[in-house]
């Protein structure tokens, strides 16, 4: 997956960055076994990813960038 897949039209270095953190924060949950905080990170992160695909997605069928 590219860059600008992963950040579907987001800034790919700050969106990377944002993406890092949020695995950090999901896979720190798991280690401390920690389901609730885990399985909350991971919904946060697929909504975030979503909305910037869809967003990017409504973007490219407008024509715009």
Not at 11 to 23: G, M
Not at 32 to 43: C, G, L, N, P, Y
């Amino acid at each position: 997956m590219g860059t600008e897949e992963a950040g579907a039209g987001a800034s790919a270095p700050d969106d990377l960055e944002q993406v890092l953190t949020e695995h950090a924060g999901s896979l720190d949950a798991v280690r401390h076994r920690d389901a609730s905080a885990a399985r909350d990170r991971m919904i946060a992160h697929q909504s975030r990813t979503r909305d910037l695909r869809l967003g990017a997605l409504a973007r490219s069928a407008r024509g715009t960038s």
